[in-house]
């Protein structure tokens, strides 16, 4: 946690955040960086000049005003390129060929404007709940996928064992059940696993670890757990909690392991590992300081590896 003598955060437009916030409230400069997006998106340079940018905008604005709008946005959204009086691009010189000169989109206004287009969709946005084909590891019975409010969610209906719930862009609705599910598990396995290996997803900053007695959790199913590893990022909030058998997915010990027994655990979906998937094959050593075992079992061999209060894997037994 940022104390009193650290310097308040910054963005590389060296403005506050709450600063950089406030340039975005007026329609006229949301539609300029939504312009600038777009352009982005199509054959050639996508910078724009400026008549261009203010006719896709509004080509009836006064001429000083949108150019106001414009400056405003400059330097911490929005740069200008290659035109006499322009400030340095933030681009690599003859990085990915000519990007053309004028008004263009600076990394900040490109993964703003990235994150409004990547949890926007025509139409409606959800899945009603379908049958995963796979059998509960808890209950045995038939589990099932739905994708409601931006969350996917993996789930058997009859003992409500969670298995999977993440945020996941919207774009995962366009398929059908086969190939959400797989698109799903690929896309919930990268985010998942940078938490694993302790990089925040989002913001690339160190996230923290904290074990916790699974009974003193609210999360669902928790009677059917053992303990949760808490993953939590300071920098930007984000956070998940994780099985250990999670945590200990791409160690390359157990990659191996299973791999020659004929199971890939780098592409099978995380909720058909049942010792990833439960706390089935977990067992807590101790909590003072934490240390806790996952055992993989396959055709009569079994490895057990062992971590510390850090994640870090401490004891690995093959038998």
């Known amino acids: 946690m940022r104390d009193d003598r650290s310097p308040a955060p910054r963005t590389f437009g060296s403005l506050p955040p709450a600063a950089a916030l406030q340039l975005l409230g007026s329609e006229v400069r949301a539609e300029i960086l939504w312009a600038l997006s777009e352009a982005r998106g199509e054959d050639g340079p996508p910078a724009l000049s400026f008549s261009e940018l203010r006719a896709r905008v509004d080509a009836d604005m006064d001429s000083s005003q949108f150019n106001y709008h414009l400056q405003e946005l400059v330097g911490q959204f929005v740069e200008r390129r290659g035109e006499?009086?322009?400030?340095?691009?933030?681009?690599?010189?003859g990085m990915a060929g000519d990007h053309g000169e004028g008004?263009?989109?600076?990394?900040?206004?490109t993964t703003l404007t990235r994150t409004v287009r990547a949890m926007s969709v025509a139409g409606d946005a959800e899945i009603e709940p379908f049958d995963v084909g796979l059998e509960c590891h808890v209950c045995g019975g038939a589990v099932e996928a739905a994708y409601a409010n931006a969350i996917f969610s993996v789930q058997c209906p009859d003992c409500e064992y969670l298995y999977d719930y993440n945020l996941t862009p919207p774009g995962v609705v366009d398929g059908d059940g086969d190939v959400v599910l797989s698109r799903v598990a690929r896309y919930n396995r990268h985010v998942r696993a940078a938490f694993a290996d302790g990089v925040c997803p989002y913001c690339a900053h160190d996230v923290t670890t904290t074990f916790a007695d699974a009974a003193e959790t609210a999360y669902p199913g928790r009677e059917h757990r053992e303990v949760f590893v808490h993953r939590a990022c300071e920098h930007c909030g984000n956070r998940d909690n994780l099985t250990v058998g999670e945590a200990v997915l791409t160690d390359p010990d157990l990659v191996s392991f299973c791999r020659e027994r004929g199971v890939d655990v780098t592409s099978t979906p995380i909720w058909e590992l049942a010792f990833a998937a439960t706390d089935h094959a977990t067992t807590v050593l101790s909590r003072d300081p934490w240390r806790v075992a996952v055992e993989v079992a396959l055709e009569g061999d079994a490895l057990e590896l062992v971590v510390d209060e850090s994640l870090s894997v401490v004891e690995r037994t093959y038998s």
């Open 84 to 93: 006499s009086g322009a400030a340095e691009s933030q681009l690599v010189e």
């Open 103 to 109: 008004y263009a989109l600076r990394p900040e206004g």
